[in-house]
């Protein structure tokens, strides 16, 4: 090949993908690779782009959503099967805008509408990092909806019920560390994606941003971070927010269900400045009093014959690591008395915690946790309803009773 | 040092409430293994010794490495048991080779063995695969591998004793069903697959009806000549 063929060619396919080229050279720069790799820390991406035992980034992990299943996509470099052809225009596009380099609408189970909030800077950097993990050659799996929700188009009426772009502009009256915080909460975090209501349609309602709900086919509910009569951080000192996002326990209660798995693949790799952000925001979203004493629905003679039941249970299998009188060996065994999360409307946590047991997450803070053992199989459905009234409802908390069947609904909850 | 005696005694009676009331608050929950392991108690009980319930497995002194294989693999998702996986799902593997280590250290008593309830033909059959194997079908003894004396071998080899017939079978049916696999080459999936539901019922029949062995340990690593290779125990 003649030196005027080679510099024609070389010049034809730097035309053909000019933006590509120039990511390239971008992505030489380590610094923004590190920093990329960080900020898809961050944003998680690893939890959904990742099967289990399979490769780093190559998707296919399935999704069970109350429209069917998605699974998810592979975002490796690789040219045919993952993303090794997109443009940082494109990656941002998608980011942004939920939008395929085709044009084609993304499902709103990609957090886009929390990272639309996502600087350019920011998008371009996790692109760079993304170019640098391995390539892995897989295919997409077809999505497995059910009509009406297999029609792509039926995300155009989503959008425009529930998505804002936007880029995070930041309030000029607040900290410049609150206004990081929002950032992460808000942006990569996509907190709200759990912590929001979803309502029939699949989407959060923005005029309840953050107020709890019961995330879709996991039976796990996601406490108000704003009310502070569940999670609402409001008594909590900034240390205990910061261990709690990043150890993943405190002295004020452990993570467990699906906030373990944020901790673990994303919170605990954040920097203690970010994590520090992230506390001031998530403590100045909360509001509202201390919590009010909750109105029983059981008749009272039944809830205290529930309760000396509860008790009994309570003394004989929980006492010697949550305390006579609930008030734990924190950080490893929570304290009961006085803990938001058992005192929350919503008891399926709760019972849940009781039926299935759970270790909160691995980390570095915090390397061989402590686990609390399941009881499906030692406590009835009476006794399970019978202890967890007795902890939402003695030492001065104000849960309110649960019922035999609440508990026995649980039991079929999807563990895994 | 006399003239601040005063002082220092007057600080210590101050002092000494505060902290005894701290400690009182700050209470640890104790920073052993075995409180980290409690979860794993109310099924395989507080020492691995295993529960009355027939399904939940003995741990204790299983060679660490066969532990440690079947935590990562129940993490992961290969091996397939819900409120297992559940609780392994956001655990490191430094700490899942601790808790094997830990569980294979443990030497408590074996139960009592169970009276059989199967016949004399079903136990000799069951006697004479685990012994002896059955070399017209291919199938190698059990102790080949597992040990003359059925303790397993270092490092991922379990021992076979102190485990009921409806847990044996069950996993002799997962291997022969592909529903438990292990790293290849998958040697008990190729010696399960020899066997038929008759041999399942009979070897899990014997092995359960076996006495706890004079010396619960494991056979060290390399010391048996093994039939076929594993995947999970490299040569």
Known sequence: MSRTSTGLLVGLVLALSPATASAQQKAADPAVIAKGEYLARAGDCIACHTAREGKTFAGGLPMKTPFGTLYTSNITPDPQTGIGTWTSDQFYQMMHNGRFPDGGLVYPAMPFASYTQVTREDSDAIYAYLRTVPPVKQLNKPHDLTFPFNNRSLILGWRTLFFREGEFKPDPTKSAEWNRGNYLVEGLGHCGMCHTPINALGGSKQSQAFEGGLIPMQNWYAPSLTSNKETGLGDWTIEEIVDYLRK???????????MAE????????????????????????????????????LPSAESSLLLSFGKSIYDRDCASCHGATGQGMPPDYPPLAGNQSIQMVSAVNSIRMVLNGGYPPGTSGNPMPHGMPPFAQKLSDDEVAAVVTYIRTAWGNRGEPVSARQANELRAATLN | MDRFLPLTALLALFALPIDAAQSQTTERAPDTMAARVLACAPCHGAE?????????????????????????????????????????????????????????????????PVPPVDSKEVL????????????????????????????????????????????????????????????????????????????????????????????????????????????????
């Open chain 1, 248 to 258: 993943g326990v405190s002295a004020k209660g452990a993570v467990y269900g699906p």
């Open chain 1, 262 to 297: 944020v901790v673990y693949n994303s919170l605990q790799y954040l920097n203690d400045d970010d994590v520090r952000a992230m506390a001031v925001y998530l403590k100045g979203l909360a509001q509202g009093g201390p919590p009010e004493k909750a109105s029983t629905s």
């Open chain 2, 48 to 112: 691995g010794e295993g529960t009355s319930d027939a399904y939940f497995p003995r741990l204790a002194g299983k060679p660490a490495g066969y532990l440690y294989n079947q935590l990562i693999a129940f993490r992961d998702g290969r091996r397939r048991y819900p409120p297992m996986n559940y609780l392994l799902e956001f655990q490191t593997d430094d700490y899942l080779k601790k808790i094997a280590e830990y569980f294979a250290s443990l030497r408590p008593a074996f139960p009592p």
């Open chain 2, 124 to 235: 000799a059959r069951g006697e004479q695969i685990v012994k002896n194997g059955d070399p017209q079908h291919g199938i190698p003894p059990c102790s080949a591998c597992h040990g003359p004396a059925l303790g397993g071998m270092e490092p991922g080899i379990p021992g076979l004793l102190g485990l009921r017939a409806a847990y044996i079978s069950g996993q002799l049916g997962g291997w022969r069903y592909g529903t438990r696999t292990a790293f290849a080459p998958d040697c008990m999936q190729i010696v399960a697959g020899l066997l038929t539901e008759v041999d399942v019922k009979a070897v899990a029949a014997y092995l359960s009806s076996r006495p706890a062995p004079a010396d619960p340990s494991f056979a060290p690593r390399g010391s048996l000549p093994m039939p076929l290779e594993c995947g999970s125990e490299p040569h």
